[in-house]
Nanobody, 127 residues
Framework: QVQLVESGGGLVQAGGSLRVSCAAS????????MGWFRQAPGKEREFVAS????????NYADSVKGRFKISRDNAKNTVFLQMNSLKPEDTAVYYC????????????????????WGQGTQVTVSS
C-alpha cells in the first residue's frame, strides 16, 4: 500500500515562491512515476507536472512551464514542486499522485492514469 502526504502549502504574495513536498511510503514508490495536480475552487482538477521514476524526465503543463520545477529524492521517497513567480491563478489545492506502472517515464497527464493520491495542500497566492 502506498500513502502520499503533501506539505509546504501556505499563503504567498504574487511573484513569490513556495515549495511543496510529497512524502511517500512504500518501498516500491521509488520505481513509480509521480505527478502533481491542482484543483481551484469551482474548477476541475488539472495536471501540473510529472516526473519519471529516475527523475531524469519531466513534463509540465503550459501554464506553469518555466515557473515550476518538479524533482524527487528517491533516497527519501519525496517529490518536490518548486513554484516561482507565483500568480493569483495558481491558487488551488495541490495534490501529489503516483503511477504504479513500474519504471514509468512520467508522461501521463490524466487523473485516471494515477493510482494513489494524497490529501492535498492549500496554496494561496494573494495579489
Amino acid at each position: 500500500q502506498v500513502q502520499l502526504v503533501e506539505s509546504g502549502g501556505g499563503l504567498v504574495q504574487a511573484g513569490g515562491s513556495l515549495r511543496v513536498s510529497c512524502a511517500a511510503s512504500g518501498r516500491t514508490v521509488r520505481s513509480y512515476a509521480m505527478g502533481w495536480f491542482r484543483q481551484a475552487p469551482g474548477k476541475e482538477r488539472e495536471f501540473v507536472a510529472s516526473i519519471s521514476w529516475s527523475g531524469l524526465l519531466t513534463n509540465y503543463a503550459d501554464s506553469v512551464k518555466g515557473r515550476f520545477k518538479i524533482s524527487r529524492d528517491n533516497a527519501k521517497n519525496t517529490v518536490f514542486l518548486q513554484m516561482n513567480s507565483l500568480k493569483p491563478e495558481d491558487t488551488a489545492v495541490y495534490y501529489c499522485a503516483a503511477d504504479s506502472t513500474p519504471y514509468g517515464v512520467g508522461s501521463k497527464r490524466k487523473l485516471n492514469e494515477y493510482d494513489y493520491w494524497g490529501q492535498g495542500t492549500q496554496v494561496t497566492v494573494s495579489s
